[in-house]
């Protein structure tokens, strides 16, 4: 079992910046393919951005340039890096994590952007 925690969300003007953590339990956190996933109200959760094992990295289109996924594995940790925030960009934002053929959820943390 695999139990990831989010932390770094909160309320961010237009063109802000926010950083966003996830912390997994396990001993083979190299291995984990990890997502960020987004929601929301009213829409369907959408993958955000994800990164390999390997280190290779995808982005949502909307998101290309402005977001960046990255992983410590050290830390057991897989980071967001959002810039230029936009109020479209508001949303839950989970942790996604697979590994051995099984998927492990965050439990989410909400992201704001708004003046």
């Known amino acids: 079992q695999v139990q990831l925690t989010e932390v770094g969300g909160g309320l961010v003007q237009p063109g802000g910046s926010l950083r966003l953590s996830c912390a997994a339990s396990?001993?083979?956190?190299?291995?984990?393919?990890m997502r960020w996933y987004r929601q929301a109200p009213g829409k369907e959760r959408e993958l955000v951005a994800s990164i390999n094992s390997l280190g290779n990295t995808n982005y949502a289109d909307s998101v290309k340039g402005r977001f960046t996924i990255s992983r410590d594995n050290a830390k057991n940790t897989v980071y967001l890096q959002m810039n230029s925030l936009r109020p479209e960009d508001s949303g839950v934002y989970s942790c996604?994590?697979?590994?051995?053929?099984?998927?492990?959820w965050g439990q989410g943390t909400q992201v704001t952007v708004s003046s």
């Open positions: 996604h994590a697979r590994y051995r053929g099984s998927l492990y």
């Open positions: 396990g001993n083979s956190f190299s291995l984990y393919g």
